[in-house]
């Protein structure tokens, strides 16, 4: 099946990063972060109006933290869920108690730089059309991760993946493109992109609420897509903004329950593609996909309880 590779609309790059940060909401979400939850609040007060931390029913000392080293701290807010909803409904909940016209979605392993979100802002007001934006994730060594900047996996493209066909890319672009963007070369100023990662999103409150909310019916992953692909059903562009950049230190949350965290990673990757993808593709090549993906996590999982058992021996 031919799919065409995705070509992206350059923005004007050349803007003044002079807009006024407090018109933003920051909505976290956390479960066991420890210290990187303080860190990431830390990098977020000085640029906003608020942060909120939604607490999936956290078992470590990350609030405890959070009260010692920010007592009395007026931005701060703070909302305990009695049980983890997961990362969607946690979402829905902080942009409900949100006061701004803009929310800022971080992860709490995130460390914003200093003109981050102004210059998120800034791109954001400057393009009435886009419903969200999105900056460079880039890892403790300064190389830009993946995930900021992606198209959409379809189901052909994840199939291209897998099998390793990107490769063929630079002869048959059109037909072997490959999602994954962060090998492309940084644009020289903001840019449209078929979808942003969850772990950073500026979006207007116009947009939600002509969108809808985060879907609900995802755990953990994958509802980043979602989201973006109902914005774009409904008109509002996606943007990169390169010069924003953001250190996401990845996995933090979820190094404590690997395999719980990749069944409902796996799962999601279910319900996007029966979601958007299922009256679109052959019903063999969704089968196919389905396939790859619980293949995909068996291996992972028997991988994770191999390594749990040799730690076992090994402290024995």
Not at 166 to 191: A, T
Request: aromatic share 10%.
């Amino acid at each position: 099946m031919k799919e065409e590779a995705f070509c992206a609309e350059e923005l004007p790059g050349e803007m003044d990063d002079n807009s006024n940060p407090l018109c933003v909401s920051v909505v976290i979400v956390n479960y066991n972060a420890g210290q990187t939850l303080v860190d990431c609040i830390e990098s977020a007060l000085p640029q906003v109006t608020e942060v909120l931390i939604v607490d999936n029913a956290s078992s470590d000392r990350s609030l405890e933290l959070c009260a010692e080293r920010f007592p009395s701290e007026v931005k701060l807010k703070i909302m305990r869920n009695a049980a983890n909803l997961g990362f969607a409904a946690a979402c829905n909940l902080g942009a409900k108690a949100a006061c701004e016209p803009h929310v800022l979605f971080l992860n709490p392993d995130c460390i914003l730089s200093k003109n981050s979100v102004p210059r998120l802002l800034h791109v954001l007001e400057m393009t009435p059309q886009a419903g969200m934006v999105g900056g460079l994730l880039i890892n403790q060594d300064g190389t830009e991760q993946a995930g900021g900047r992606r198209a959409v996996p379809t189901p052909w493209r994840s199939l291209v993946r897998a099998f390793g066909l990107y490769r063929l890319e630079r002869y048959w672009p059109r037909l072997f493109f490959d999602f994954h963007l962060h090998k492309h070369s940084l644009p020289l100023g903001p840019l449209e992109v078929e979808a942003i990662s969850g772990a950073l999103m500026l979006v207007r409150q116009e947009a939600i609420r002509d969108v809808g909310p985060w879907d609900e019916g995802y755990f953990l992953h994958c509802e980043d897509l979602d989201w973006c692909m109902r914005f774009r059903k409904k008109g509002w562009k996606i943007l990169f903004v390169p010069d924003a950049p953001v250190v996401h230190h990845k996995g933090t949350c979820s190094r404590s329950r690997p395999i719980f965290v990749e069944w409902h990673k796996h799962r999601g990757m279910m319900r996007f593609y029966r979601k958007f993808f299922r009256q679109e593709y052959p019903g063999a090549l969704i089968w196919l996909v389905a396939a790859g993906i619980w293949l995909r996590f068996g291996v992972i999982a028997t991988v994770h309880c191999i390594q749990y058992t040799g730690r076992l021996a090994r402290s024995r």
